[in-house]
Nanobody
Framework: VQLQASGGGLVQVGGSLGLSCAAS????????MGWFRQAPGKEREFVAG????????DYADSAKGRFTIWRHNAKNTVYLQMHSLRPEDTAVYYC??????????????????WGQGTLVTVSS
């Protein structure tokens, strides 16, 4: 499956931003989907995950209460809505897909597919 993330940009502290990730080349509903991010000089970290049907979600502590992940299987797209953004949210955000996970927590593996990343910059 191929993943194309979009929606990144520059936003002020406290602002909101929505990311999208469009999938192609696979049966989207077969995949657990997730969002990760990698800040400069830091390791990639889990942000949010969602089950195949969209009924179960999981968030990193840093994302709870501020970020929302959801998916539209008919549109082959997963979304991440981010509110109350902080400078520490600045990172390249990646979407990921894996058909072998139970979900919604996303544990990357060699079976995972990744999008190209989209940069989110939160200015103070």
């Amino acid at each position: 499956v191929q993943l194309q993330a979009s929606g990144g940009g520059l936003v002020q502290v406290g602002g909101s931003l929505g990311l999208s990730c469009a999938a192609s080349g696979g049966t989207f509903r077969d995949y657990v989907m997730g969002w990760f991010r990698q800040a400069p000089g830091k390791e990639r970290e889990f942000v949010a995950g969602i089950s195949r049907g969209g009924g179960s979600t999981d968030y990193a502590d840093s994302a709870k209460g501020r970020f929302t992940i959801w998916r539209h299987n008919a549109k082959n797209t997963v979304y991440l809505q981010m509110h109350s953004l902080r400078p520490e949210d600045t990172a390249v955000y990646y979407c990921a897909a894996d058909r072998y996970l139970r979900g919604p927590r996303f544990f990357p593996s060699d079976n995972s597919y990744w999008g190209q990343g989209t940069l989110v910059t939160v200015s103070s």
